[in-house]
């Protein structure tokens, strides 16, 4: 029996695995067309699903973002193969915030 794994469901653990990054503050839209998936009742914002995999859009805050794209990139594709998916991920920073330090006075 070969299990059906529904779209919505990919879409939400790739960007489950996305945020769960340290640095990532965020999943973005994107800046013009937005960056979903969309799925009968609604969507999941800042991943597309690709015939190869997946585009995920972050938004970082205060890290090394080379290194959080790679992290990115690793917790993706994880969570593209569990899915049996095609795990080719390209990661877009959309935006970086700044992380203040907070003062102790």
Same mark, same amino acid.
């Given at each position: !029996? #070969? #299990?059906?794994?529904?779209?919505?469901?990919?879409?939400?653990?790739? *960007?489950?695995?996305?945020? *769960?990054?340290?640095?990532?503050?965020? +999943?973005? *839209?994107?800046?013009?067309?937005?960056?979903?998936? @969309?799925?009968? $009742?609604?969507? /999941?914002?800042?991943?597309? +699903?690709? @015939?190869? $995999?997946?585009?995920?859009?972050? /938004?970082?805050?205060?890290?090394?973002? $080379?290194?959080?794209?790679?992290?990115?990139? #690793?917790?993706?594709?994880?969570? +593209?193969?569990?899915?049996? !998916? @095609?795990?080719?991920?390209?990661?877009?920073?959309?935006?970086?915030?700044?992380?203040?330090?907070?003062?102790?006075?």
């Amino acid at each position: !029996m #070969t #299990t059906v794994v529904r779209r919505e469901d990919v879409a939400r653990a790739a *960007a489950d695995a996305a945020q *769960a990054v340290a640095g990532v503050a965020r +999943l973005s *839209a994107g800046s013009g067309v937005e960056v979903s998936t @969309p799925y009968a $009742g609604g969507k /999941v914002v800042g991943v597309r +699903l690709t @015939p190869t $995999g997946a585009e995920v859009h972050v /938004v970082v805050n205060g890290y090394d973002i $080379g290194q959080v794209a790679d992290d990115v990139l #690793t917790a993706v594709s994880g969570a +593209l193969t569990a899915a049996g !998916m @095609p795990a080719v991920v390209d990661v877009v920073v959309a935006d970086i915030e700044s992380v203040r330090e907070r003062r102790s006075d």
